[in-house]
């Protein structure tokens, strides 16, 4: 992985663990992320404004489908993580999510573009993964499998996981496209995408204005500031894409769960303070092989 790439990859993680920690601090539901969403769209309206007046006019069908079909998945990320984590514990569903994803878009780009990855590159993935599992709770996961609700619950935590995981390969694998093969403006891509985003969720965060207008005056000034910082990580990412393999930068990405695991201490909440500093361990070897291999 080229340096520049890789810098790009850290730094967004760490701008990605920042407002992670805020949105969770929100602790909201769909209609967080229709805020996040809206001040998205309105903070980044001047820029977006300005790439669109540049290159919008020579946009195709296949760039038009690309960031709708970004936003449409970004949609049901939320949907699915969200009731995920209604169903079942976090220290479930997030290391399947944050694992499984990065893994099936390495396996999918190696195939779909062409990409390789040595020994070395398949040992960092496989590290990166793991490292992932120990900080969202690591083997004190299975401890729970003690009677028939906790199974059921962990089960459905394993479903939501893995179907979480899904669209993040999905959406990570659009947008390389849109990047890597279409040479869309990175920024521009992002924002269309959350125009769509927003549009989409209009039914969800208008359903019922009451608890709409109650959950606005308690998360606000988290969605306006992870809606503000959030586009910052990602177009780093997909900057990086423009330059270096997806099957290095979706893993190396992980990265941000250590930075998680520093600046927030308890951002899972159940996991173990052992576990935790192993996993980053992991992680920081895991990113180290991707970049030289």
């Known amino acids: 992985m080229p340096v520049a790439a890789l ?14 920690i805020a949105a969770k601090k929100a602790n909201g539901d769909v209609r967080f992320a229709f805020f996040i969403s809206g001040f998205t769209v309105l903070v980044w309206t001047p820029l977006g404004v300005y790439l669109a007046w540049q290159q919008i006019g020579a946009w195709g069908t296949s760039e038009w489908a690309c960031a709708a079909a ?5 949609v049901l990320y939320f949907v699915v993580l969200l009731r995920g984590y209604r169903k079942s514990d976090l220290t479930v569903v997030y290391p399947l999510a944050r694992g499984s994803g990065p893994l099936i878009s390495s396996a999918v780009a190696i195939g779909l573009f062409e990409e390789h990855l040595s020994v070395l590159g398949f040992a960092g993935v496989a590290a990166v993964v793991f490292g992932v599992f120990l900080i969202a709770g690591g083997p004190g996961i299975w401890s729970k499998l003690q009677s028939d609700a906790q199974r059921a619950r962990i089960y459905k935590g394993i479903q939501y996981g893995l179907l979480t995981g899904i669209t993040i390969a999905s959406y990570t694998l659009v947008d390389s496209y849109s990047v890597k093969v ?7 891509a992002f924002y269309i995408a959350c125009c769509v985003q927003l549009l989409l969720m209009v039914p969800a965060g208008l359903k019922d204005i009451v608890i709409t207008q109650e959950h606005w005056r308690q998360q606000w000034k988290y969605a306006l500031l992870v809606g503000a910082v959030s586009p910052v990580s990602y177009v780093m990412v997909l900057y990086a894409l423009q330059i270096a393999p997806l099957s290095h930068v ?12 520093i ?12 576990a935790r500093l192993g996993g ?6 895991g990113v180290a092989a991707l970049a030289l291999g």
């Open 7 to 20: 810098g790009l990859v850290v730094l967004a993680g760490l701008i990605h663990a920042g407002w992670n």
């Open 70 to 74: 970004s936003g449409l998945i970004h």
């Open 280 to 285: 980053a361990a992991c992680i920081c070897v």
């Open 263 to 274: 600046l927030g201490g308890h951002l899972l909440g159940e996991g173990d303070r052992l």
């Open 182 to 188: 279409l040479h869309m403006s990175p920024m521009l």
């Open 250 to 261: 979706a893993p190396a990405r992980e990265v941000s769960m250590l930075f998680a695991a």
